[in-house]
């Protein structure tokens, strides 16, 4: 695996390595520290140097820098015995530089810090994360500072939330093959719309056909959570599973479930469709990255292989079938091999 560590010298680039060093990496993967410095970047050191206890000098900046980035990588190398650690010091725009060379060295992850009180300071100031989310081609990982820690008494909770899309797909997929995952627990959200409010019509027919469809919806939500839950327990041997449904605003939602249970890393697909968890980047994905009290990754550039096979099945185990078929949500899938394990429900008071 090859992950790419946005440093900005800032006390948020703390909690990217302090993210870096809780993971379980696969042996032989390779990291890189990657600091991007502008051309007017008079301040290049002072917040690599704040990390290290040191004061700015007047010396070469450059390569004052570089030794600083170094120093940073031993450390977090002495850490990490299986993994490679580099530390890399660009110049030029920092979205650009670091989109490229992500891309060059074939990332599969990019880690950057933020701040614990929900806003964006320092390097990764507005344009330069949502540049990050937007346009990086592998998931990325915003670690919050000042995170809760895990409690000893119980696991790493992690909050997956998912959709009716191949993308959302595509997320499970990416957490399944994450080895650090197994020993957590997890917990799958859906959001739905909220349910509908019968008009002021004579019309009971149009009306009962609208609840209807809502629920029907609703159902079918339940049972795609379900069977992705079931994909990713079979797979990554878990123990602890949940899934549940929510109806509401997405963002309001997930930012809630996430404190209430609480998640220690909330995990959404960068885009989505219209209905169900709408997971669109520049709407719910960044509020939530925005909002929520824990580290947020948001997953895109994957391909999903399962999504057909997994809608099918949650089309056709579930029991409002035909009023689905009528909508249009029937696909064709091949039936899943897979053991079925069991799921829990959500717990009722994540939404108190």
């Known amino acids: 695996m090859k992950i790419v560590v946005a440093i900005d010298g800032s006390q948020y680039s703390q909690s990217a390595l302090e993210a870096c060093a809780a993971r379980k990496w696969p042996a032989g993967s390779e990291m890189r520290l990657v600091h991007v410095a502008g051309p007017s970047d008079d301040d290049l050191v002072a917040g690599i140097f704040s990390i290290l206890g040191l004061a700015n000098t007047d010396e070469d900046i450059i390569k004052a820098a570089e030794a600083a980035l170094e120093n940073i990588s031993i450390g977090l190398a002495s850490k990490l015995p299986d993994v490679s650690v580099r530390a890399e010091l660009l110049l030029g725009e920092p979205v650009k530089v670091l989109v490229a060379y992500a891309s060059a060295f074939g990332a599969n992850l990019i880690i950057t810090g933020t701040s614990d009180n929900g806003t964006w300071e320092g390097f990764f100031l507005g344009s330069v994360s949502q540049g990050l989310l937007e346009q990086a081609a592998c998931p990325v990982l915003v670690a919050r500072a000042s995170a809760p820690v895990p409690e000893a008494s119980r696991p790493e909770q992690v909050l997956i939330c998912v959709d009716d899309s191949a993308c959302s797909g595509a997320t499970v997929e990416w957490m399944i093959s994450q080895p650090w995952l197994q020993g957590c627990r997890v917990c799958f959200v859906s959001v739905t719309d909220q349910r509908p409010e019968p008009g002021l019509t004579e019309d009971s027919q149009a009306t009962a056909t609208q609840l209807l469809s809502w629920q029907s919806s609703k159902v079918f939500a339940e049972q795609l959570a379900h069977e992705w839950a ?85 089309t056709r185990e579930n029991p409002l079938s035909d009023i689905l078929a009528s909508q249009g949500h029937v696909s064709q899938g091949q039936e899943s091999k897979r053991g079925r394990i069991s799921v829990h429900s959500m717990p009722a008071s994540l939404l108190m």
């Open 230 to 314: 079931v994909l990713l327990q079979d797979e990554s041997r878990i123990d602890e599973v949940y899934s549940g449904v929510v109806e509401g605003n997405p963002a309001d939602l997930i930012v809630k479930v996430a404190k209430n249970w609480p998640a220690d890393l909330v995990v959404v697909g960068s885009h989505g469709n219209t209905g169900l968890a709408k997971l669109v980047l520049g709407s719910v994905s960044q509020a939530v990255t925005r909002r929520a009290h824990c580290s947020v990754e948001v997953v895109r550039g994957i391909e999903s292989r399962y999504y057909r096979e997994i809608r099918a099945k949650a």
